[in-house]
Every structure is written in structure tokens, then in C-alpha cells.
């Protein structure tokens, strides 16, 4: 799997994002990649009451400034599938091209029924594969 085909999502950042130094706040960004993966969650798994992985591990690499100014595309892919975890990365870009940051996470499937991780079974691992070879346009 890899960044070639990523699923896109738009984000503006809003007033309330930005910090003394008035650009967006770096905690901020991780709210823009929890947007970002519910959308992308969404549109590979439909409409779903509740999200069966947990948030194990983020990074985030900050590039370049953001202000309430710029517009904003968080793209999402899946960097790696393990065995009962998968990697996502993420670029954040301002429209002008700078890259203002670089992320990636760690979830781990839950069984919500035990709260413990659950194997990432052959079929899903197919469906995940089809996706991001032609994931939709994003939000």
C-alpha cells in the first residue's frame, strides 16, 4: 500500500485554532487527523455507530506554519496492515503546495464485545487493498 492514490479530505481552519503566535495550534493537528480518519474510515467502511480500533501510537513531523487563512487537504493512506494492527500516514498541505505537516498512527482492531485486539482477517485485508487503489474523493 502506498501515499501514490490517498484518500483527500479538505479541512479550514477556524480562528479558534490558532495559538499566541497565531497559527494553528499544534495540538490542533491532531484533531485534523482524527477528522481525517473517521472520513476515511467512513468511506471504506461505510456508515458505522462506532469506529473497532483504538489509537495505539501517533507522530507528527510539523513542516510549516498554518494559519486560519489557509485552506487545508489532509490526504490519508495505509502505510502498513499487520496482524491485528495497521499504520496510516498523513500529509497536511496548504493550497499554495508548502507541506505543513507529516503524521502517521497506529490502531489496533478491537473486538468491542471483549476489548481486546482482534486479528485483521484475509477478507478485509482484500477490501483495504481495493480501497486504496481507488479510494473516493474525500470530504
Known amino acids: 500500500m502506498s501515499q501514490e492514490r490517498p ?6 481552519p477556524v480562528w479558534r485554532d490558532m495559538d499566541a503566535l497565531r497559527h494553528v495550534n499544534n495540538a490542533v493537528y491532531l484533531t485534523y487527523l482524527e477528522n481525517a480518519r ?3 474510515w467512513r468511506a471504506f467502511a461505510g ?5 473497532p480500533f483504538t489509537l495505539a501510537r501517533v507522530e507528527i513531523d510539523y513542516r510549516s ?3 486560519w487563512r489557509d485552506e487545508l487537504t489532509v490526504s490519508v ?4 496492515l ?3 494492527s495497521f499504520e496510516l500516514g ?15 498512527t497506529v490502531l489496533v ?11 485483521i482477517d484475509d477478507a478485509m485485508r482484500q477490501r483495504w487493498t481495493a480501497f486504496e487503489e481507488a479510494p473516493p474523493a474525500g470530504a
Open 7 to 12: 484518500f483527500r479530505m479538505r479541512v479550514k
Open 38 to 40: 473517521e472520513a476515511y
Open 47 to 51: 456508515d458505522v455507530e462506532i469506529f
Open 65 to 67: 506554519s498554518a494559519t
Open 77 to 80: 493512506w495505509v502505510r502498513r
Open 82 to 84: 499487520g496482524t491485528t
Open 90 to 104: 498523513y500529509a497536511i498541505d496548504a493550497a499554495d503546495g508548502r507541506r505543513c505537516a507529516e503524521a502517521s
Open 109 to 119: 482492531m478491537m473486538d468491542p464485545g471483549h476489548a481486546k485486539p482482534r486479528p
